[in-house]
């Protein structure tokens, strides 16, 4: 798509002669062009408040204002229109005055009409180019980043600029499969086009889905996108063929509507910022892999090791654990002998149950598949824990839709997950008033998905890397191995689910685990 201006530009000619207003109106309406006429300098002005031209054809001597003074007070307000002097007794000094002071051209009357059209022709052109400089300066910015919470901005910023324009939202389909807004900028922050987007792509209401569109005033439209617009630009994002979104700049203070040019320059613009969208979705995807790719490589080599230390350790704990408690037995021990060998008790204990943790963490035995009723589940572990919750002041709430479908996977391990994500929750927010956890569930993207949301103290984004590394605890020694979630991650993958967080700090912790639907997995198997 090329911004050119051939048709439909528009262009002020003004001239304190009527004959010549009307020649150059009807000449170049001919042409194509949309011409509006003024008598003078200050209905020149006027009329450029209200809307924008490409082209003003202005006359050097006209009562009033001079043809100078228009110029210089157009170049003030406009620095992007372009501009050809006419004047009846030239001289080189006019026509250099008139060029520093930013006229495109300059051209003597009785003018030849073909050499005026031709002129004309070069000066849209050149306007042309400017717009598309603009549109690629802009582009270039965007495509400098790959990171959508960047870049975003960028676009809508990037967009206020070259479309001149008070305020823009950015909607992305959501999950949902709803516009959802995702970056918004300038003098407003709309909100959200609320209606759903079909399964096929297509928009139930919005008229403009499928085409950009100039939108004059709300377009008689309820969407708050659109609300207080003067004149906007509607415009669908679309990466390979795809609906990924829609961009809707506005004109609120700029009063001037929208123009064909800008439509184009707004077509262009998308399908680059469309493009960057769909790239750094792109490079999301790869870096998680990437991640999940670094992390089970870690896994397996921590798990090795793991094991070997664990299956050393093993025996000789067996040992002490077995000659404390022969000498428990012992009934001449005094008080003080019997507490020190309780302690070595308790602690060897706490050895094992450590070393139990490790090698259930390095054991990669195949998961016994079978159906799992995550409902069920998730009642039956809130069931173990309440007692804990409730001396830790913590509430705790369950959402499971009746027809939730069953998972796929082994319920011992499943279970052991979901105890793992509530007793971290449970410890991250014990103690003060009003903390909770809510647990729910729900089929997401052929997936069952469990949310375990807690508003308790969050996690720092820079740690967030760290917290499925085995070992990685923030708690004091002594009190976590910090093995608990390297055990839920390592069952999970083994299940070919996801485990994943979200959560910034001081608002709270969200863990999503997703598990295979048996429906899925079954047919896979047959
Ligand atoms: N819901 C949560 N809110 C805040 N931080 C959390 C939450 N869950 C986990 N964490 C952080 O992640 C770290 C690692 O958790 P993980 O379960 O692996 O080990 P741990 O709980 O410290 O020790 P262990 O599970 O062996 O007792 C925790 O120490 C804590 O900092
Ligand atoms: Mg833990």
């Not at 969208?277 to 992390?295: H, K, P, S, T």
């Amino acid at each position: 798509v090329s911004p050119s201006t051939k048709t439909n530009a528009k262009i002020l000619v003004v001239d304190d002669e009527g004959g010549i207003r009307q020649l150059l109106k009807s000449e170049l309406t001919v042409d194509g062009h949309d011409v509006k006429t003024a008598c003078d300098g200050a209905e020149a002005l006027e009329l450029m408040e209200q809307e924008k031209f490409q082209l003003v054809i202005c006359d050097m001597n006209m009562p009033k204002l001079s043809g100078l003074e228009v110029l210089s007070a157009i170049r003030e307000r406009e620095p992007d229109v372009e501009i050809i002097m006419m004047t009846g007794f030239a001289t080189v000094e006019t026509a250099v005055t008139a060029m520093k002071n930013g006229a495109y051209d300059f051209i003597q009357k009785p003018f030849n009409l073909d050499e005026l059209l031709a002129l004309v022709d070069k000066s849209l052109e050149k306007n042309d180019l400017r717009a598309l400089r603009g549109v690629y300066e802009a582009s270039c910015t965007i495509f400098q980043s790959v990171e959508l919470r960047e870049l975003l901005p960028i676009i809508a910023n990037s967009s206020l600029k070259i479309l001149n324009a008070d305020s823009v939202t950015i909607m992305a389909i959501n999950q949902a499969g709803k516009l959802a807004v995702t970056a918004s900028a300038g003098i407003h922050n709309a909100g959200c086009v609320k209606c759903p987007v079909n399964l096929d792509g297509t928009h139930p209401t919005l008229p403009f889905w499928d085409q950009p569109a100039i939108v004059a005033g709300t377009g008689g439209l309820d969407v708050p996108c659109l609300s207080g617009a003067k004149s906007s630009i509607a415009h669908p994002l679309l990466a390979a063929g795809k609906h990924v979104g829609m961009i809707v700049v506005n004109r609120i203070r700029n009063v001037k509507p929208f123009s064909q040019v800008d439509l184009r320059i707004a077509t262009i613009f998308s399908s680059q910022a469309a493009q960057a969208i769909q790239n750094a979705n792109l490079y999301g995807q790869l870096q998680e892999a990437r991640d999940q790719l670094v992390q089970s490589e870690k896994m397996a080599s921590i798990g090795q090791l793991a094991a070997g230390v664990a299956h050393e350790i093993n025996n000789p704990l067996a040992a002490i654990l077995g000659f404390a408690q022969l000498l428990l037995e012992d009934t001449t021990l005094t008080e003080s002998q019997r507490a020190d060998l309780q302690t070595i008790n308790s602690e060897s204990l706490r050895c094992r149950t450590i070393i139990q943790d490790l090698l259930q963490f390095s054991r990669r035995r195949s998961p016994q598949m079978g159906a799992v009723d995550i409902g069920a589940l998730i009642k039956s572990t809130v069931g173990l824990v309440q007692h804990d919750f409730m001396v830790a002041g913590v509430d705790i709430n369950v959402h499971v839709p009746a027809d939730l479908p069953m998972a796929w996977g082994e319920t011992g391990l499943v279970q052991q997950v979901l105890l793992n994500l509530v007793t971290n929750a449970r410890q991250a927010m014990e103690g003060k008033q009003g903390h909770l956890l809510e647990v729910s569930a729900a089929v997401h993207e052929k997936q069952v998905s469990i949310r375990f949301k807690d508003n308790g103290p969050g996690i720092p984004k820079d740690i967030q890397g760290k917290i499925f590394d085995p070992f990685f605890t923030t708690k004091p020694v002594g009190q976590g191995t910090g093995l608990g979630l390297s055990i839920c991650y390592g069952i999970v993958q083994q299940h070919g689910g996801s485990l994943r967080v979200e959560s910034d700090s001081g608002k709270g912790a969200t863990f999503i685990v997703e598990l295979p639907l048996e429906a899925a997995a079954t047919r896979i198997a047959a």
